[in-house]
């Protein structure tokens, strides 16, 4: 067949058409789905969902939101760029077997220390061909939630358990750079560590620690630890509200001498059977103020050594521990 000039044109137009066309299908979405009937191969809308988290992750958008189109286990996910995984009102969860559930690093990025990150309504569990704990509970996951590189991270209505190796932490927070934790709403246990709060490098860590229930932990329940980082700020947290219960230890503030600080503001919450200590400060920087707290049933219920400090707002309740220890006199004024 003989194509004219005129054809010829009609025929590039319509090409390059459909090419145009099809462009935006490999553009990524400002919201993603996953189901557990979706397939990874899916572009992860509402009615082409994903499979997993770390297929949904790929075609989101920074700054985007990933969301749950029904129950399901969407895996573990590794997190270099800001975005929202909200499995609110379904039943999202990741099985994260021998390794991590949920890793936030964005140090290969062009812009490292910058991405922020929320985590809410899911369901984290490391179970499956671990050893059982103390509490009987079989658990082979690493780290459930891994924060080693970004600003930002809010975990909120989450459940974290079964990562109970003798290592093994819930959430582990340990900026390079000026990072920030919000935990509210969640609950951790049955792991060898609840959280662990400890900067590194130059790095420094704030965290809001708000309605938690933090039990059966072996090891230790919450740790602010400035001893690997060389900033003066450290490690800083409010805890509110807190259950901590039946560790290893409670509370537990330390720092390297006098280098960085380990400090915590620990308000209105139960620390009660924990094995050796309830609350403790370790290290010249390191310091818990406490306000109307109950400390019972520990081992030891109130320590601090090295030059540590814990200090009281005269409206605590400690007894009822092996030792009740004592804090640091005099008492804060209250105003």
């Known amino acids: 067949m003989k194509i ?7 025929i590039a137009a319509t090409t390059f058409g459909v090419a145009f066309y099809a462009a935006p299908a490999s553009a990524q979405a400002t919201r993603t789905w996953v189901s557990g009937v979706g397939d990874d191969v899916n572009p992860c809308s509402r009615t082409a969902p994903c499979k997993t988290f770390a297929g949904a992750i790929s075609k989101t958008a ?26 609110s009102g379904t039943f999202g969860s990741s099985l994260a077997s021998g390794v991590n559930g949920f890793n936030v690093n964005d140090s290969a ?10 985590l809410r309504g899911l369901s984290v569990n490391g179970a499956g061909g671990g050893a059982q704990n103390a509490q009987g509970n079989p658990g082979s996951g690493v780290i459930g939630i891994n924060f080693t ?19 093994a932490t819930g959430i582990s927070f340990r900026p390079g750079g ?7 709403n969640t609950v951790i246990v049955s792991n060898g560590n609840g959280i662990d709060i400890a900067p590194t490098g130059t790095g420094t860590a704030r965290a809001a ?10 090891g230790i329940g919450i740790r602010l630890n400035s001893q690997g980082t060389t900033n003066a700020v450290g490690a800083q947290a409010t805890i509110d509200n807190a259950e901590v219960n039946s560790n290893g230890q409670g509370i537990i503030m330390l720092s390297s001498g006098a ?6 503001m620990i308000t209105n919450s139960n620390v009660s059977n924990n094995t050796t200590f309830g609350l403790q400060s370790n290290g010249a920087a390191a310091r818990g103020r406490v306000g109307n707290t109950t400390i019972t049933m520990n081992g030891t219920g109130v320590n601090f050594i090295n030059g540590g400090d814990m200090p009281t707002y005269g409206n605590n309740r400690l007894n009822g521990n092996t030792v009740d220890g004592a804090f640091t006199s005099p008492a804060i004024g209250q105003q």
Do not use: M, W, Y
């Open 109 to 118: 990025s062009g812009f490292p220390n910058t991405i922020r990150v929320i």
């Open 62 to 87: 920074a700054g985007g939101e990933i969301n749950c189109l029904d129950p399901g286990g969407f895996g573990t996910v590794t997190i270099t760029k800001s975005i929202t995984i909200d499995c």
């Open 4 to 10: 004219t000039s005129k054809l010829a044109i009609t």
């Open 149 to 167: 590189s970004g600003a930002f991270l809010l975990v909120e209505d989450v459940i974290i358990q079964r990562f109970n190796t003798s290592t």
């Open 209 to 218: 620690i708000h309605n938690v229930a933090i039990v059966g932990n072996t």
């Open 178 to 184: 000026n990072g920030q934790l919000v935990v509210n």
């Open 259 to 264: 280098t960085a600080n380990a400090l915590a």
